[in-house]
């Protein structure tokens, strides 16, 4: 993580995000403090095990807008997680460690992978990835720049 003690980041309610270790950029993330964890939309995940453990395989889609561009990314999985919606139905996730830029700030951080498809964002950044590093304005959008 990279930030000063004393600087603290006004973000908005949306925002873009960079994977930097991943080939994924300039990713709508909705900012949610509503949510503890940060979840990520992928087209699919294959779960493998091998003698260092759960390996995760992502199959992303690089652009929305192209949805045959696609990668895959070999990942660590720490652990499996039930999460449940606002509806209060739960689904098990795997739960990777990734790092993101966020305007300045590089940090490493823990989300979960699930098909997001159906919904407007594909990607929700929770208080965790956001502590210690950014207040948000939900009166604004964007305030780290649009993505080119």
């Not at 045959?68 to 997680?81: P, W």
């Not at 989300?111 to 407007?120: A, D, G, P, W």
């Amino acid at each position: 993580m990279t930030r000063s003690r004393s600087t603290v980041n006004v973000i908005g309610w949306k925002e873009y995000v960079e994977f930097v270790e991943w080939p994924l950029r300039r990713v709508k993330a909705k900012i949610d403090t509503g949510a503890r964890t940060s979840a990520l939309d992928v087209l699919s995940y294959e779960l493998r095990e091998s003698a260092t453990g759960i390996t995760a395989v992502l199959r992303l889609a690089l652009e929305p807008k192209h949805p045959e561009r696609i990668a895959e990314v070999e990942t660590k999985v720490l652990r499996m997680v039930i999460v449940r919606n606002s509806s209060g139905l739960g689904e098990q996730r795997p739960v990777v460690e990734t790092v993101l830029r966020l305007g300045k700030v590089t940090k490493r951080v823990r989300l979960t992978v699930t098909n997001r498809s159906s919904m407007r964002f594909r990607m929700i950044l929770g208080r965790r990835a956001l502590q210690g590093d950014f207040v948000v304005d939900v009166a604004k959008k964007y305030l780290l720049g649009r993505a080119k």
